[in-house]
């Protein structure tokens, strides 16, 4: 009752009825030969064929069928979205890869310079244009194949840097409540449009929390992220970024 909109009624009383039932005289009827003999009653002709009346089908309220049209909206937002995240899950388990000892040792020495005590996994993909984190906790980081010999260290740096503030602050997780909650409310577009303003500003905060609290310079870190973008823009292999990912951009 909490979830769904308020179309179904629920004809249950919630305390029983406390008014006393009002109690008849009781009054001793004559025997049943008397009743008889005063009024006889006669014989009824039995019928040759009863007829037996179908009963009508019960007939649908309007609150019924808006909870039914309400039941089918999210039945089709929830498979809609179950199809993008097994795709993209199917295809991220073909195309990463683990990084090679050198490629990881250079990741655990940005790690070590953001102060991050507990890196999350590193995957690198081929053929992506821009990093991003896909999970639905805290998710693991997606980098592009060439990420570790692109740039310079700084440029590495700055954009980890973007990338693990998605996973500190636990973005995966608070995307997989925005869909759950745009799926049952999938009629409100106002639930469509906070969506959309909140992915805007998480990465507004994330750009905030990389150059205050990370250490990034500020004009570094916009020339890093700039370069990111044109790269992912000249990128053959779009990001599989669906409901439960949470991109660069």
């Not at 700084?154 to 990338?163: N, Q």
């Given at each position: 009752k909490c979830l769904a909109p308020p179309v179904v009624q629920v004809p249950l009383a919630v305390l029983p009825d406390q008014t006393p039932a009002p109690i008849a005289p009781v009054s001793v009827a004559p025997p049943l030969a008397e009743m008889v003999a005063e009024h006889p009653v006669p014989e009824r002709p039995r019928p040759t064929s009863p007829s037996l009346a179908a009963p009508l089908p019960?007939?649908?309220?309007?609150?019924?069928w808006?909870?039914?049209?309400?039941l089918a909206g999210v039945a089709v937002f929830a498979?809609?979205?179950?199809?993008?995240?097994?795709?993209?899950?199917?295809?991220?388990?073909?195309?990463?890869?683990?990084?090679?000892?050198?490629?990881?040792?250079?990741?655990?020495?940005?790690?070590?310079s953001l102060r991050v005590k507990r890196p999350p996994t590193v995957?690198?993909?081929?053929?992506?244009?821009?990093?991003?984190?896909w999970g639905f906790l805290r998710g693991a980081i997606y980098l592009p194949?060439?990420?570790?010999?692109?740039?310079?260290?700084?440029?590495?740096?700055?954009?980890?840097?973007?990338?693990?503030?998605?996973v500190l602050r636990f973005d995966a997780a608070v995307n997989v409540l925005q869909i759950t909650a745009q799926a049952?409310?999938?009629?409100?577009?106002?639930?469509?449009?906070?969506?959309?303003?909140?992915?805007?500003?998480?990465?507004?905060?994330?750009?905030?929390?990389?150059?205050?609290?990370?250490?990034?310079?500020?004009?570094?870190?916009?020339?890093?992220?700039v370069s990111t973008l044109i790269r992912a823009q000249e990128s053959t292999r779009p990001v599989a970024v669906g409901g439960w990912a949470v991109a660069l951009l």
């Open positions: 019960p007939r649908l309220e309007t609150r019924q808006l909870a039914l049209g309400w498979c809609c979205a179950a199809v993008r995240v097994g795709r993209t899950i199917r295809w991220l388990r073909q195309e990463r890869r683990t990084p090679a000892p050198s490629e990881q040792s250079s990741l655990d020495g940005i790690f070590r995957w690198l993909v081929q053929d992506i244009g821009q990093p991003f984190v194949e060439s990420f570790t010999q692109t740039g310079s260290d700084e440029h590495r740096r700055d954009i980890l840097a973007h990338e693990i503030s998605h049952i409310f999938w009629f409100h577009p106002l639930v469509w449009w906070a969506n959309q303003r909140i992915r805007r500003e998480r990465e507004k905060c994330r750009d905030e929390m990389a150059i205050a609290h990370l250490g990034a310079r500020p004009k570094d870190y916009s020339a890093a992220i």
